[in-house]
Nanobody, 118 residues
């Protein structure tokens, strides 16, 4: 069994910052990538940021320069540091982790709400 638990969401004013965490527990090995998605009502689910097993990162154009994804291998935790937040960033943020060698496994967190509003 593997579980992902997200934390750090909440209400923040435009221009503010939040740091999301996603801690994975269970039998995870050979992590392929760790990703953050977001979904707002009426919108497509969007890949926000990803960090590969070797450490390379990718970001959606809408968040480049404002968001930073990182990880702590010892804790099996991925972070999303969000700065200069905009109302358009309001969404449920979900983390996803894929792992395995011969077979690929995956898990999703339950999501954490981020609301950017004045």
């Amino acid at each position: 069994q593997v579980q992902l638990v997200e934390s750090g969401g909440g209400l923040v004013q435009p221009g503010g910052s939040l740091r999301l965490s996603c801690a994975a527990s269970g039998s995870i090995f050979n992590i392929r990538d760790m990703r953050w998605y977001r979904q707002a009502p009426g919108k497509q689910r969007e890949l926000v940021a990803a960090i590969a097993g070797a450490g390379s990162t990718n970001y959606a154009e809408s968040v480049k320069g404002r968001f930073t994804v990182s990880r702590d291998n010892a804790k099996n935790t991925v972070y999303l540091q969000m700065s200069s937040l905009k109302p358009e960033d309001t969404a449920v943020y979900l983390c996803n982790v894929r792992w395995g060698s011969f077979l690929t496994y995956g898990a999703w967190g339950q999501g954490t709400q981020v609301t950017v509003s004045s």
